[in-house]
């Protein structure tokens, strides 16, 4: 064949080549020509000859034309000697030697046939038939030249997306379109030009669309230019009737997988890398508390999922933002994959915060009534010494209240008496000192008269006879007023003191029926270990 024919050869395996999935630039290009002409360097009639006369004069000399150099051997032997050209330019590398094999290939299509497993010298055809072969420098070859550049150039457009991707994208189905994103995420952002319908809104769905996420080998996550996310697949959320897709820009994808076990949420979202284009976390945790309801907008997909009962986190492709309501969270256990796209060459690490040493945890089991009260939930703060659980028993603690109110009242009733006697008192006492002065005055008077000889003296002596009477009645109602003062007195501090002590065995009542927490910290559970009839048997844990 001649060299026109060869490098018509090597047109069509640059294509193919490219079709494949190797890249094919100026450099390998040259590869790939060179490597197509160069088994020809064992005669110096050819092009390559001519440019290594003496070489090729040495081997036509010593071995011959179609020998040595159009061997499968001396190919295998090439590509050994040239392997550190595979460590600078691996592309290079392996379209020389694409372009070479080319060159065994089309000769066989020859009349003469090539040695390929030369020393031992049998001729191998591509046709069996010499009527078929194709003569040197013949109108056939110049007809297979033609054919050869043609299909290369015809080849060239379509080799650019791959011959699998290109038929991928003639297909449109979801099915055959994820393997295309699954294909190009770690090069490239991936689009989807999607036209469906929304299955919940009944819309019409076309567009492009950003891939998120695969949904298994069925479908994949979109999300459109607001940031909702749909699922497309066939029988999915979106149902799609086309879907093909295309490449964007350049990135480099890294992933990592990461154990969530006792760490609150906040500490992914803090140890995310803040250079990523784009972030997407799935995953599943079981959080310490039941999270809160998460209702994503109608037609849409649900990128974190909230149970309550049990408590579960479930994350599809979440981003940071969706995440970030829920970053309060104590996370008991649960892991997840993150993946963040970047710009090449601006990839970053992504490392969780060291954990903590590990809390002491007391359990502490005690029995209720009933599990009212319980006063705290796991997740409270709780201080040493602060009450956690009240066993509720109202019967006692209200017959000693009802008991201390009534020594109350009857500490008021006898305050009211005393009061009532002390201004009894004070008016008796008025009154008696009252006709005190009158008396005085008027045995004052009587001894006047007496002395005067105007008045008897057993008038006199029956004045002051009254006169000690009525001090005497006074000095007695002020010893019948103290006594009953003090009668009273007494009464009502008996009655206090009675009070106060029914009130403090109310109060070691209701402190018997108080469990406290012996530590300070955190309450991470609380579970029912036991049921009997009138009595719940709790355990709370306490990490210190």
């Known amino acids: 064949m001649t060299a026109g024919t060869h490098l018509a050869g090597a047109a069509l395996t640059a294509s193919l080549l490219r079709g494949l999935g190797v890249e094919v630039g100026l450099l390998e290009g040259l590869a790939l020509a060179w490597g197509s002409v160069m088994p020809d ?53 392996w379209a020389f030697l694409a372009g070479y094999l080319s060159h065994l290939l089309l000769d066989t299509l020859n009349v003469n046939g090539v040695p390929l497993l030369w020393p031992w010298r049998v001729q191998f055809f591509f046709f069996p038939s010499r009527e078929w072969r194709i003569r040197y420098a013949s109108p056939q070859e110049a007809t297979l030249a033609l054919f ?43 689009w989807a030009d999607v036209k469906g319908f929304n299955r919940e809104t009944q819309e019409p769905v076309e567009g492009r669309f950003l891939v998120v996420e695969a949904l298994g080998r069925e479908g994949v996550l979109v999300e459109d230019e607001l940031g909702r996310t749909l699922a497309v697949s066939r029988d999915g959320q979106v149902v799609a009737y086309r879907v093909r897709m295309v490449r964007g820009r350049p990135q480099a994808l890294k992933e990592w997988r990461l154990d969530l076990s006792g760490r609150l949420l906040a500490d992914l979202l803090q140890a995310l890398p803040r ?58 256990a649960g892991s997840a994959v993150v993946r963040a796209a970047f710009a090449p060459g601006e990839e970053a690490a992504l490392e969780l915060p060291a954990l903590p040493a590990l809390p002491t945890l007391h359990p502490l089991v005690f029995s209720l009534p009933s599990l009212s009260g319980l006063l705290v939930k796991p997740g409270d703060r709780v201080e040493e010494g602060e009450p956690i659980a009240r066993r509720v028993e109202e019967g006692p603690l209200q017959d000693l209240e009802d008991q201390a109110q009534a020594k109350a009242e009857e500490a ?12 009894r008192c004070r008016a008796e006492r008025e009154a008696l000192r009252g006709e005190l002065a ?3 005055d008027e045995v004052g ?15 006199l002596a029956e004045g002051e006879a009254r006169l000690e009477e009525a001090e005497a009645r006074l000095t007695r109602l002020a010893l019948d007023c103290a006594g009953e003062k003090a009668r009273l007195e007494e009464a009502i501090r008996e009655a206090r003191l009675a009070q106060a002590r029914l ?29 009997r009839p009138g009595e719940v048997v709790v355990e709370v844990v306490i990490a210190e």
């Open 445 to 459: 008077r009587l001894r006047y008269l007496v002395a005067q000889g105007a008045e008897a003296p057993l008038r």
């Open 148 to 190: 050869l550049a043609l299909s290369g150039f015809a080849l060239w457009p379509l080799s650019g997306r791959g011959f699998a991707s290109t038929f991928r994208h003639l297909v449109g189905t979801p099915e055959v379109a994820v393997l295309d994103y699954l294909d190009w995420r770690d090069r490239w952002e991936v």
């Open 41 to 93: 360097i064992d005669t110096t009639t050819s092009g390559p000859g001519k440019f290594v006369r003496p070489l090729s004069s040495f081997l036509e000399r010593r071995f011959g034309h179609r020998t040595l150099t159009h061997s499968l051997p001396f190919l295998l032997a090439l590509a050994l000697l040239l392997l550190p050209l595979r460590e600078a330019s691996p592309g290079a590398y």
């Open 275 to 332: 250079s990523a284009r784009r972030v997407w976390i799935t995953g599943e945790a079981r959080p310490a508390t039941a999270p809160p309801p998460l209702v994503p907008p109608v037609g849409t997909y649900p990128r974190v999922e909230a149970s309550e009962n049990p408590p579960r986190l479930r994350f599809h492709a979440a981003r940071p933002e969706d995440l970030a309501p829920l970053a309060g969270l104590y996370l008991q």
């Open 412 to 423: 008021a009733r006898l305050e009211g008496e005393l009061s009532r006697a002390e201004e």
């Open 503 to 531: 009130l403090r065995r109310r109060e070691r009542a209701a402190e018997a029926q108080l469990v406290r927490s012996p530590v300070s910290g955190r309450v991470v559970e609380v579970k029912v270990r036991d049921l």
């Open 438 to 440: 009158r008396l005085r």
